[in-house]
């Protein structure tokens, strides 16, 4: 199947409510533009290095989905819309900073921690003061969280993971929930969720990682 055709495979089966974001790491910019040419109308990138040169000239919303780092805060507020993976405040300081910087509002989800499989994102107990103090950061606007499911988890396992999510975002507000990917979307959108992210769903399986992101190709003799 083509790109075209696991997109609009997709999109009739997915509840119009819901965004599909087209998430293309690693794929080359060709398949970027053949998806926006299918109708992605939102694109999902976790390396700011790799995202820019590749969505420059890409007419889609931009999502940041990778985890943010403070040095490359500014190159992050300047190619994305939306930032859903803001996990700690001092992500969100060097965000609110380049985005002020740059004359622009930022939107921003709070990425929740609900799975042990995951290194990145905030507790749930501690979401509600993260996100009370993001609203404090005129350049930044809160408009809901992300999560990422367990990896291999078990179906239950999944949705509760995604019921948590949901409970955090009724509880800090906002209206967007960003969960759900290629392998849980069902769960996801079954638990409420109004954004799902989709790579090899949409793109087939993922090119390995470019040479320039593997620290297991640099040469050190
Ligand atoms: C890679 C990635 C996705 C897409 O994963 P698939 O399983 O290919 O759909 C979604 N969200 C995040 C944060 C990712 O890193």
Known sequence: MSIAERYAALRAEVPASV??????????AES?????AAGVTDVGENYVQEARAKLERIRARKHFIGHVQTNKAKAIAGAFDLVESVDRIEAAEALAKAASALGKRLGVLLQLNV???????????????????????ETL???????????GGDRGEIAHAFETAAAVLARIGGGTLSI???????????AGSTMIRLGTAIFGPRPARPASNNAANVRCL
């Open 141 to 151: 606007d809160l408009q809901g969280v992300m999560a990422i499911g367990p990896i």
């Open 180 to 190: 759900g990917m290629s392998g849980d979307w069902r769960e996801a959108v079954a």
């Open 32 to 36: 970027v533009r053949e998806a926006v």
């Open 19 to 28: 965004t599909i974001v087209a998430v293309t790491k690693f794929q080359p």
């Open 115 to 137: 799975s042990p499989s995951e290194r990145f994102g905030c507790a749930p107990a501690q979401a509600e003061q993260l996100a009370e103090r993001l609203r404090a950061f």
